[in-house]
């Protein structure tokens, strides 16, 4: 048109110029005209060829508002730090911080612009979370504008404010009463628990009438030469059950004589071990026992002698009449001319009467080395008489040695008698001495002992002692019904027989006594159930009061194969829920429940803190597994699995589909039971390929997370639908009810994956997961490169309440080793929204700048970030061998870390290493939130897995086979492989209300609360933090990033109430996108901040928050089943293939058919 127009006015100045006519055709003006790469001619004139608001810069079209290298302009470049806007080069700020003074600055942590810009912090002060404040050293807390000691000050102990009271000290952190070594706290002074009989071993253990304190235990008082040993009293001085001490046993044929267990022997022989000599002539107790005569010495009236014609040369007797090396004295030795010895001289030749044997003479008659002929020895203690060999006179040849028959008990009274037990041989006989006799091969004395008493195998009554052959019961006490009872103290026989104590009363002096107001009876003793931690809230409930006890009652499951990785959770009352996958059978508290042969099942069972299983059921199918378990704040527990095949819960039952009959494609779930057991709900992600959930959480306020995995297929959750064709990553949120709230979707690349994702007390989800290669979330990017074959990196990151990334990190491998980064296995978010992270490594490691690995193949890592999501340590773990495994990561009451799983070989933390075998080994490790190590110890057992309650009670989930110890205790089953689990003690506990509770905590509404923590109850019982807030040192505060908008934490760039600042509300058609209110797209309205179509969103429907559930879809602005699907029992079903509402609701086909075209078959 342009152009036309042109031509035309050309044409017309012509002609009025000089007359001359145009042509019907006009020149083209551009014909002539050369443009620049980028610009194109019109009307004669070179212009851009670019759209509005674009420059043509570096061979292409850019915008140049918001291009950092062609900032309004081309070729002006931004410097680093500084972005694009609005064709302006401006400085850019990492999330948190600000400008001020032409550069970024965290006010939250910067002296010179403190809060806000220009703010400067005096000398001595710190700026901390926008404010200044008193500075102190590592170790010191500001408490009102001075630096203390919180572990030491009895003005703020443990805590700025807590005044210890009565004169009490401060140690570490706690206001408690110092007593000196061997004495403990009770009722508010220092006691001997060894010895004092109004606190014996127990503070709350009373000692009766006529019983002392002993060694922490009560014991009868005893005659001065008498000791008190089981129950009964003894005289160590000649009690052979208890010689010397208590327990001390003698052995067979031994008596106790002062103190001490002796053999008893004839008279003329002493006992040496277990045998009676005559030291006057034995060669190996000559004199005394243990001397031994060395060289052929023999024992002469108690000497070690050489026998008569010998002499000793060198320690050795030597025949000096015969020994042609000793001819006549040690070492004279005789020539060649006369080579034999005989009569201390050197003859020619021997004597007619001797004869030469191999160069000695000897008289064939009497030589014990020569008897009868030459080379002929007599054996056994035999000598030679008349070239024959005989024993000795009185001694007989049995066995190959001369016997005594008088006195050897294996040939008493003759060859082969042996004298068996603890009988022993005199004088021919097997019998007994000391005044004993003999019963079953057994030495007893009738006069004192129970089992024998008077005579053999007279046993005396249970409590009954035996004196001068008589049974009768103990000092001070008196038989009833054939029962001795010590009727000063017993209340089922007070002060006489039968005479029973009334429910509350214990029996002191043979009168039955009340128990005082607010006690209650437990065994023999008034106690206060609502303080004492031997009964706490219950008779027999032991709270742990040492920090690495456990409890006495341990719950086992049997079964013929691995139980290893069980699931648990606790409630607030101490109830244990235990669950997992078992092939065959298993056994739960004397319950057996079976499988089918090539099925998996699981159990679901819950264990009572009295030490008695509650109930348990089955869950059977073709196909069920349970990946994780939780159990919310009202006691409800979740399980989260997978299932394949027909599967029934409760009186819902599901069948899957999809895969191949070789490969079937498994579903995953979660589903909700009460505390008695009965299912409340099952929501089922109904899927046609490959998906997996990680692990999933569970909020205060009983609202369910799920994170989800899926490549190159189809999942559904609810009314909500989710597919791709290559690998995804979501988030779905469930309410209390099961029901989807919303699901946020993230695209990933083929080896990313989410771990889990977890929910802290104020509402915000933080996420782990892996990546390859790069990753974005939100305003959030990240990436690396190089690594080894499997190399991923693992991604943490915050989510708002309102599905806003707030903020990233990541660890990966590094780019110049073959390392393939780090996993994670447990993460834990503390009061203040710190984060701590366990896993595993390959090779070399970047955790922000600090890397990790180097030089070592695999190991183990713990990290910490904080509020913000920055990096602030990483720790490392290496084991000799691969065998290492983590599995489990908590807080305890102290805000440090526990750490829990199995090693081989060796195990090294800090370079310090823990010592173990080819076979797993279970550890427990602790570590300080400053990340310095602890304590660790390795246990005789498997341990995969640790949890606990809002009560800070902590339990232990592990395995062994047929034995094993954990903490001292040994455990052992007859099954092949048992599972366990039993409370353990991170923190020291007390009994608080009849609740016993971790050592800082308080009790409010019935419960173990931290008040510093809490933020149902933050710094007092009852007050609670607004929405979204933690509760840090007893303060609500909202996290790192949000603002306090009127008692409720916002993030003000996307809060649609307060978008920008406080108080700025957007209006129903508007959303709030980075503080700045934004209308929504004709047709549509905002819910959550986010724009809707409420005629078809299934989680607005009509009106916000009204979700469709069942799997209903919104048509219209309301919920219905889709087109051929019928309304049953709140879901919406296929009536042509549902197997329980075939052809109509409630039609359920019967076992063994299937449900085709509406008809059972």
Known sequence: MLRAIHGFLLCLSLGMLGGVGCSTTAPDPCRDIQCQQGESCEAGLCVSSCEAGQLWCEGK?????????????????????????????????????????????????????????????????????????????????????????????????????????????????????????????????????????AHCGLCANICGQGYTCKKGQCVRECSVEQTVCGGECVNLRIDERHCGACGNACLAGQSCVSKRCEYTCPAGQTACGKVCVDTNTNVEHCGKCGNTCQGGELCKEGSCRCPQGYF????????????????????????????????????????ATQADCNGRCANLNNDVFNC?????????????????????????????QCVDLAKERSHCGACGNVCTGELDCYGGWCGCTGGKTAC?????????????CGKCDHKC???????????????????????????????????????????????????????PSGKTKCGEQCVDLT????????????????????????????????????????????????????????????????????????????????????????????????????????????????????????????????????????????????????????????????????RFSVDILGNVYVAGTFTNTTVKIGSKTLSSTATAMYIAKLDAAGQLLWVKE????????????????????????????????????????????????????????????????????????????????????????SVFLMGSFDGETFFGQTGIGYGYARGGHVAKLDSAGKWVWVKEIFSTSSGLNFYSL??????????????????????????????????IATLKRSGVWGTASKEGVDLFGTFKNAAGQTYMLGAFRGKGTFRGMTLSSSSKNSAFVVEYADTAQVCLAGVCCASGMVQCGGGCVSLPSDPLHCGACGKACGVGMLCVSGRCVCPTGETNCNGTCVYLPEAHQHCGTCGKACANDESCSAGVCTKCPQGQSVCLNQCVDLTSDTQHCGVCGRACVGGQVCVGGGCACPALSLWCSGLCVDPQTDEQHCGACGNVCASGQTCTSGSCQ
């Open 531 to 694: 303080s004492d931690p031997q009964h706490c809230g219950v008779c027999g409930r032991r709270c742990l009061t040492t920090v690495g006890s456990v409890s006495k009652n341990v719950a086992l499951i049997d079964s013929p194969w691995l139980l290893h990785w069980m699931k648990g959770g606790v409630d607030r009352g101490g109830n244990v829920y235990v669950a997992n996958r078992f092939y065959e059978e298993v056994t739960i508290g004397g319950v057996t429940f079976s499988a089918p042969k090539g099925k998996s099942h699981i159990f679901i069972a819950k264990y009572a803190p009295t030490g008695k299983w509650s109930w348990a059921k089955q869950i059977a199918g073709d196909y069920i597994t349970v990946d994780h378990l939780k159990v919310d704040r009202n006691g409800h527990v979740l399980l989260q699995g997978r299932i394949q095949g027909d599967v029934t819960f409760g009186q819902r039952r599901i069948r899957t589909h999809g895969g191949t009959p070789s490969n079937p494609v498994k579903w995953p779930f979660v589903a909700k039971l009460d505390g008695t057991g009965k299912w409340l709900w099952v929501q089922v992600i109904e899927t046609t390929g490959s998906t997996s959930l990680g």
């Open 61 to 197: 079209c850019l915008d140049t508002s918001h291009n950092i290298k062609h900032c309004g302009q081309c070729g002006n470049m931004c410097r680093a730090g500084e972005l694009c806007r609005e064709g302006r080069c401006v400085l850019e700020c990492p999330s948190g911080e600000g400008v001020c003074d032409g550069r970024c600055v965290d006010t939250s942590t910067e002296p010179k612009h403190c809060g806000s810009c220009g703010r400067v912090c005096q000398p001595g002060e710190v700026c901390s979370k926008g404010n200044c404040t008193l500075y102190c050293q590592e170790g010191m807390t500001n408490c009102s504008g001075r630096c203390v000691d919180v572990k030491t000050s009895t003005k703020h102990c443990g805590q700025c404010g807590t005044v210890c009271g009565g004169g009490k000290p401060c140690v570490e952190g706690e206001c408690k009463i110092v007593c000196p070594s061997g004495q403990d706290v009770c009722g508010g002074r220092c006691v001997d628990l060894q010895r004092d009989t």
């Open 746 to 833: 993230l695209k990933g690349g083929a080896k990313d994956y989410l771990f889990g994702v977890f929910a802290d007390r104020a509402g915000a989800l933080f996420v782990v997961g892996y990546f390859s290669q790069q990753l974005v979330l939100g305003r959030f990017s990240f990436s690396f490169s190089g690594g080894g074959p499997y190399a991923r990196g693992m991604f943490v990151a915050k989510l708002s309440r309102s599905g806003t990334w707030l903020w990233a990190n990541y660890a990966a491998p590094s780019s110049s080793s073959p390392s393939n980064g780090a996993g994670c296995s447990d993460m834990v978010v503390d009061a203040t929204g």
């Open 440 to 452: 079953q091969n057994t030495c007893k004395s009738l006069q004192t002992d129970a089992e024998h």
């Open 312 to 351: 000793g040369c060198n320690g050795v007797c030597k025949d000096v009449q015969r020994d042609p090396s000793n001819c006549g004295g040690c070492g004279q030795q005789c020539g060649k001319d006369a080579p034999f010895c005989v009569a201390k001289k050197c003859v020619y030749a021997c004597p």
């Open 890 to 923: 908590l807080l305890d009451a102290r805000g440090d870390l526990l750490l829990v799983g199995t090693f081989t070989q060796d195990l090294i933390l800090d370079g310090v290493p823990i010592y173990g075998s080819n076979q797993p080994t279970g550890f």
């Open 461 to 515: 009554a249970k409590g009954e002692v035996c004196v001068a052959g008589v049974c009768q019961c103990p000092q001070g006490e008196v038989s009833c019904g054939g029962t001795c009872r010590d009727i000063q103290n017993d209340d089922a026989h007070c002060g006489g027989c039968y005479k029973v104590c009334g429910g509350n009363e214990i029996c002191r002096k043979g009168s039955c006594t009340a128990c």
């Open 372 to 400: 009868g002929k030459c080379g002929v020895s007599c054996s056994g203690g035999q000598v030679c008489a008349n070239g024959q060999c005989i024993c000795p006179t009185s001694y007989t040849f049995c066995g190959g």
